[in-house]
């Protein structure tokens, strides 16, 4: 896994995935990518609750290190591309779990806002809603 940014070779990163693979196995491997999608999901809503930011910290204590690791994926799909049966099952945002409870408490929706009647409202959760949410966009992009 790498430590610093480098051009890493292709051959190198590929060693490295089936390095973790076999590490970690295949369910842990899925179970690991489930929850940093949660935790990306709520994160660049800015929801993340300090819980579910402790676990995702324990479970990734360097920051850099996880970042360097998502680039070197993302460019190893790019090249290598995915199969069929590995992009119906990631393609989905129905994949994502939250380590540690959602927000959402599996509601679907997070009440955010002040304590005061008329002050707070409710907004989709991007974790457990993420296909309505995807939905909603690509309507707002198609000019519905
Ligand atoms: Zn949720």
């Known amino acids: 896994m790498p430590n610093q940014k480098r051009n890493h070779t292709t ?3 590929r060693a490295w995935i089936a390095q973790g693979v076999q590490r970690l196995g295949v369910d842990e491997m899925r179970l690991r990518a489930a929850r940093l999608l949660g935790w990306q ?9 300090t819980r ?3 676990r995702h910290e324990q479970r990734f204590p360097k920051a850099r290190r996880l ?4 680039q ?3 460019g190893s799909i790019a090249l290598d591309g995915m199969t069929d049966a590995a992009r119906q099952r990631n393609g989905v945002a129905a994949v994502a779990q939250v380590d540690g409870g959602c927000p959402c408490r599996g509601t679907g929706g997070i009440t955010l806002g002040g304590a005061e009647p008329g002050e707070s409202y409710e907004r989709l959760c991007p974790v457990h809603r993420a296909a309505e949410i995807l939905a909603h966009h690509r309507a707002r992009r198609a000019g519905a």
């Open 67 to 70: 970042l360097l690791a998502n």
């Open 11 to 13: 051959a190198q990163v």
């Open 41 to 49: 999901l709520l994160n660049a809503s800015n929801l993340v609750p």
């Open 72 to 74: 070197a994926a993302s």
């Open 52 to 54: 579910v930011q402790a």
